[in-house]
């Protein structure tokens, strides 16, 4: 495990009980994530597989709401705290530990991956490899959601995240990271801001051909 993550995963196993207190029912006051994560699941219905990935599932309830949208959601976290959590919290659906950049998957297995600002601690030089791995587990016609603080400058930003150091993205410059890592664009959607620092909240919508 490189040094990013072990740091990212103390940090992250450090603020368990306050971040699910926070995230639980963040989204019923983010239309915009919402409905993209509708979407997603509406796409990898109709694909027939329903199989679906949240990595960087945190406290896992993300992956409760792809169970309630009629996927087969399993969740995935560095953070063995969190796992824990998740657990818990949703005794009847599967989280176990992993790494992004390697999957406990089969390859082509899934319908969909949800990424939902689980990549935002990637340094950028490992992003392409992070992505690949997401590509690598995903069936023909799989779908991958990626959720990520945008910038409008031409590079990414290294930032003071509240629980780890974090990277927010240029939209084009993320599309074309998608594209080398084989994927098309289905949609993308940006507003703002997510933050005080004035980034855009940025989805973007993938399959693999």
Known sequence: MLEHQIE?????DGVVDLYASMFANRLETQPFARNMIGTFAE????????RAAD???GPGHLTAMLRDLGLDAFGL??????????RRAHPT???DEARMEALPVDDGALGGV????????????ELPALLAEQVRVLAPGGLLLVSFFGTEGPEPVRFDHKVAPAYSWPAEQFADLLAGAGLVTVARLLHDPASERGFLDTHFLARRP
């Open 8 to 12: 990212t995963r103390a940090a992250y």
């Open 93 to 95: 659906t599967r989280f």
């Open 55 to 57: 990595v960087g599932c």
């Open 114 to 125: 949800l990424a939902h600002y689980s990549v935002i601690h990637t340094p950028p030089g």
């Open 77 to 86: 976290d560095l953070s063995s705290a969190m796992v824990d959590h998740a």
């Open 43 to 50: 796409l990898v219905r109709a694909t027939g597989n329903l």
